[in-house]
């Protein structure tokens, strides 16, 4: 259980009791339709002294140093560093109280931590991100052999949600023949429904990869969430993790 003061999610997953981590969602802040309540993204032309105060509100409850993100859809990592913005769409840390965080809106949030409790990363994985390889390079950054990593697939679209063109689906064929089973042909000729959950599961056994959990979530049809699908209009959720004192 959690110990949020709102409905954000705590990972359901066999991490060490250093690690902590949390999923945010739209309840708790300040801001007004269509951000309503608690976007945390400064970049959706939403109200910059409304996202500040969500992003206290944040600080507040949580108890660490977000490390923000100006995220291109690229597979740049890097350090966590609650004081600079870098632009990438991952980051790690070995230090505590520093939070890796990343924001979505339908994208892929993904959690890393070793088994011993020593590092954690955080990276987001859009499809662009993800077949361009994102994760494998946060498991660079992460430093450590693959039986010793744990992943956590935050809430993303559904499969049943997330139509795409067949050029997606051929970036990630390209790659590993096997993503064909987490490709459906859609009712519209020529385009799919993609399993982002099963493509990000493909991606980290190809590395070595196996304790991942979470997944399952759809960002397009749970209110709880923000949707750029849903409503281009939108704010952004966080997913952090970060190591205890």
Not at 69 to 87: F, K, M, N, T, W
Not at 128 to 152: K, M
């Amino acid at each position: 259980m959690s110990a949020w003061a709102h409905d954000w999610l705590t990972p359901d997953w066999p991490a060490p009791a250093r690690v902590r981590a949390c999923v945010t969602t739209r309840s708790g802040g300040v801001s007004l339709a269509p951000y309503d309540s608690l976007n945390l993204g400064e970049h959706v032309d939403d109200d910059q002294v409304a996202v500040s105060k969500n992003r206290q509100r944040l600080i507040s409850q949580l108890g660490c140093q977000p490390a923000w993100l100006s995220q291109v859809h690229g597979i740049a990592v890097v350090e966590a560093d609650p004081v600079r913005v870098a632009e990438a769409d991952a980051s790690w840390t070995g230090a505590p109280s520093v939070a890796c965080t990343v924001m979505t809106a339908d994208c892929l949030p993904v959690l890393f931590c070793d088994r011993d409790g020593s590092r954690v990363a955080a990276a987001h994985a859009g499809w662009r991100g993800l077949a361009g390889g994102v994760l494998e390079a946060t498991l660079d950054a992460l430093a450590c052999a693959p039986e010793h990593v744990l992943a956590w697939l935050g809430p993303a679209i559904g499969p049943q949600s997330f139509e795409v063109g067949a050029e997606v689906r051929e970036a990630f064929l390209a790659a590993h023949a096997n993503a064909a089973g987490a490709f459906e042909p859609s009712a519209n000729a020529g385009r799919y429904l993609a399993d982002i959950y099963l493509l990000a599961r493909i991606r980290l056994a190809a590395r070595g990869v196996t304790a991942v959990y979470g997944g399952g979530c759809d960002t397009y049809s749970d209110p709880r969430f923000f949707s750029y699908r849903r409503a281009a209009r939108t704010g952004r959720f966080a997913s952090l993790i970060w190591l205890a004192d």
